[in-house]
C-alpha cells in the first residue's frame, strides 16, 4: 500500500483541465442514469456513455485500457468492478454499479455510482447508499485531515455506524482494489486504501488528485476474477457496490472534479465548503 512513488502533483491550470475531463464523465453517468431500467442490457448502457463521452470531444479512457474492450464496467449484483458490457438484461432489484472513464486533453476524470433497479430488497439500497456516504466522507476528510490515511479511517467509521444501525449483517469492505493517484493517467501513485491502515501514508498537499472508490459488500470481501479476465465477483455470492469521484485538493480545499456540483451540497451536509476552481 502507500508506495512512495512519484506523485505526480497539479498545476491550477492543469486541475481546470481535469475538470472538464470530470464533467465528461459527469454527463455521461447522468445519461446512462437516465437510460437504466430493467429491460436494457449492459451494452445499451455503455452505447450511451460512449456517445456522450465522444460528442463532448473526449475520449473513453477504459476502452483499450489493458485490453479492456468498452467505455464502461457494469457491474451487476455479485459482480464488484470492472463488469463488461453485453448481452446482459437488467431485471428489476438488480444492484448496477457503472463506472466510467474520459480524457480530455491529455487529463482524466474517473466516477461511478450504484442503484438498485426497482429495489426488492431494503438491505441493497442501504449498500448502495452506505457506500455513497463512505465515499463523501472519505472525500471530506481529505479537506480536513493531513494524510491519505484519512480516507480509509473515515470509510471505516461509516461502515462501522452502518452496522451499529443496520439489522441486516455488517458490510464488508473491498480490500483488493484501492483509490487511486489520477491525472495524466487514469491510474497512478498513490493507492488509496479504503480500510485503516498502520501507515499514515502520504501527506496531503495542494496539486494532489486522486479518485476515491470505496466497494462494499453485504457479505465477505473475499472475491475472484471471472474467466473472462476482468469480471471480479464475491465468493460468497453476496451483493456489491461502488461508488467513486475524482478529487483535487487545492490550497484552499478540495473539490470534486467528477461532481457537477463540484461535490458542494454533500460536503456542506458533512461541514466542508469546496474550494473555487
Ligand atoms: N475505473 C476503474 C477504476 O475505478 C478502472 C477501470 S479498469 C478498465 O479505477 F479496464 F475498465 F478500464
Ligand atoms: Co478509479
Known amino acids: 500500500m502507500f508506495g512512495r512513488e512519484r506523485v505526480e502533483y497539479k498545476t491550477p491550470e492543469q486541475v481546470a483541465v481535469m475538470r472538464r475531463a470530470g464533467l465528461v464523465v459527469a454527463d455521461a453517468l447522468d445519461a446512462v442514469r437516465d437510460a437504466l431500467a430493467p429491460g436494457m442490457t449492459t451494452a445499451q448502457l455503455d452505447a450511451v456513455a460512449e456517445d456522450v463521452i465522444t460528442s463532448r470531444g473526449g475520449t473513453p479512457s477504459f476502452l483499450g485500457y489493458h485490453g479492456y474492450p468498452a467505455s464502461l464496467c457494469v457491474s451487476v449484483n455479485d459482480e464488484i468492478v470492472h463488469g463488461i458490457p453485453g448481452a446482459r438484461v437488467l431485471q428489476p432489484g438488480d444492484v448496477v454499479s457503472v463506472d466510467c472513464g474520459a480524457v480530455v486533453d491529455g487529463w482524466h476524470g474517473d466516477s461511478a455510482f450504484t442503484v438498485v433497479l426497482d429495489p426488492a430488497d431494503p438491505a441493497d439500497v442501504e449498500l448502495a447508499a452506505t457506500t455513497e456516504d ?19 479511517e473515515a470509510v471505516e467509521d461509516v461502515v462501522e455506524a452502518a452496522a451499529a444501525r443496520a439489522s441486516a449483517a455488517p458490510f464488508g469492505i473491498v480490500e483488493d482494489y484501492v483509490g487511486h493517484g489520477i491525472g495524466t493517467a487514469m491510474h497512478q501513485p498513490p493507492d488509496v486504501p479504503n480500510f485503516r491502515t498502520r501507515d499514515r501514508g502520504l501527506k496531503l498537499r495542494p496539486g494532489l488528485c486522486v479518485a476515491v472508490e470505496p466497494m462494499l459488500v453485504r457479505g465477505s470481501q473475499e472475491n475472484h476474477t471471472l474467466a473472462d479476465d476482468w469480471t471480479v465477483v464475491t465468493d460468497d455470492g453476496s451483493r456489491a457496490a461502488h461508488w467513486e469521484h475524482t478529487v483535487a485538493i ?3 480545499g478540495v473539490v470534486v472534479l467528477t461532481a457537477r456540483d463540484g461535490g458542494a451540497a454533500r460536503l456542506r451536509a458533512l461541514g466542508v465548503e469546496v474550494a473555487a476552481l
Open 250 to 252: 487545492l490550497e484552499d
Open 134 to 152: 463512505a465515499m463523501w466522507a472519505g472525500i471530506a476528510a481529505l479537506a480536513t485531515g493531513d494524510r491519505l490515511s484519512v480516507v480509509g
